[in-house]
Nanobody, 116 residues
Framework: QVQLVESGGGLVQAGGSLRLSCASSASIFSINAMGWYRQAPGKRRELVAEMTSGSRTAYADSVKGRFTISRDNAKNTVYLQMNSLKLEDTAVYYC??????????WGQGTQVTVSS
C-alpha cells in the first residue's frame, strides 16, 4: 500500500503564495503520472496540475502562469508552487499518483483558503 501525505496548505491573502508538498511512501521514479487535484465546496474535483513519466506537465487553464508543479525523486516528493493566489483557488487540494503496475493512490487532502 502506498501512502501520499500532503502538507503546506493554509490560509493566505489574495495575491499571496503557498507551496504544497506531497510525500510518497513509494519511489516516484517510475510513475505514470503524479499531480494535484482540487475540490471546492459544491463543485466537482478537477485537475490542477500533473506531471507524467516523461516529466511533461499539464495545467488547468485557470492556473497556467501562476502554479508550477515539480518533483524531487530523491525525496519521493512532488510540489505545487502556487503564486498570485485568487479567491477562487480556495479548495481542498489532493495529491494523486498513478504508479506503474500498482494503480492509483490519493492523499488525504489539504485545505487551501484564500482570503480577500
Amino acid at each position: 500500500q502506498v501512502q501520499l501525505v500532503e502538507s503546506g496548505g493554509g490560509l493566505v491573502q489574495a495575491g499571496g503564495s503557498l507551496r504544497l508538498s506531497c510525500a510518497s511512501s513509494a519511489s516516484i521514479f517510475s510513475i505514470n503520472a503524479m499531480g494535484w487535484y482540487r475540490q471546492a465546496p459544491g463543485k466537482r474535483r478537477e485537475l490542477v496540475a500533473e506531471m507524467t513519466s516523461g516529466s511533461r506537465t499539464a495545467y488547468a487553464d485557470s492556473v497556467k502562469g501562476r502554479f508550477t508543479i515539480s518533483r524531487d525523486n530523491a525525496k519521493n516528493t512532488v510540489y505545487l508552487q502556487m503564486n498570485s493566489l485568487k479567491l477562487e483557488d480556495t479548495a481542498v487540494y489532493y495529491c494523486h499518483a498513478r504508479f506503474v503496475n500498482r494503480g492509483d493512490y490519493w492523499g488525504q487532502g489539504t485545505q487551501v483558503t484564500v482570503s480577500s
